[in-house]
């Protein structure tokens, strides 16, 4: 469900050039999304080659999970809905039940069957009125993860009521981020970094063999970092939400739809999750994001390993209990190279 996204706090990536190692980048449209593949290494043919192997890594599983792709496995199970279960290949297997367990967790917050919701809310400026509530309530009548059946013997996926979709715009480019970055770490490198439009994932050292260094900024003020994040091997992923919405009756409401009740959802302007794993990080951005504040901070505060960023629709930073973050407000960027890493209109 991340059709998310412009967010209120724009992250930075930033390393400087020094020693033997240098930074290789291919930025190119992948999943329908901004991709930037970067490569640390001496050698610039094995960057190149890491590189070209992560591309590809991303377009196969856009072909194993596109709900776009006619002859995608995907598609194949949306087609059959209230019908029969279609027998898939275990990784797509694998992810619909990680993607089940997130439901669980976040109690339908998460939910792959969002893309069962009829569009009744559009955000492209030809909505001049607020729908009805019966409407409201249609369009998500067809949205329940656990009206996903998975039988583990047989492999098999069953949607079980006609007209249910799957999509996996919440946990598809954090997973793609993912693999790619596996890849490339068994390819002679000193470090990588994969960034699927603003899920970003890293491995090794930056080209400079320190840490991987995110800056927090506010998209009002774009040329100013207010607060650093040290990485080491880790994710990065926001999901933010700043210029597709909808005002009624003076009340601003967001693209970003909760899957258990058809409402937008309103209170934060993004949000930030830090975690060893994209995928994981991917979804609980998502989620979090339809929990609200109160109840998402709760959430990752119980969750070992897993760190958040939340700024509030009042421009109010919120973070989770044991995240450290350097703060030293500064205009000077003359020194770095800087690596946009958010959402913007998905």
Known sequence: MKH?????????????????????KKVLLLMGSRFEITAISANESKANAAIKAAINEIKRIEKLISSWDSNSQTSEVIRNAGVKPIKVDQELFNLIRRSKKISDLTHGAFDISYASMDKIWKFDGSMLDMPDSASVAKSVSKINYKNIILNKENKTVFLKNEGMKIGFGAIGKGYAANKALEIMSKMELDGALVNA????????????NKDWRIGISNPKEKDKIFSWLNIGETAVVTSGNYEKYVTFNGKRYSHIIDPRTGYPVRGLSSVTIICPNAELADALATSVFVLGANSGLQLINKLNGIECILVTDEQKM?????LKLEYHKTNNQNNTHQIQIGKFNE
């Open 318 to 322: 919120l973070t989770s209990s044991n």
């Open 197 to 208: 439009s603003g899920d970003l994932i890293t491995w090794g050292k930056d080209e400079n």
């Open 4 to 24: 998310l996204l412009i967010i209120s706090s724009l992250l930075f990536l930033s390393f400087c050039t020094s020693g033997q190692n240098k930074s290789y």
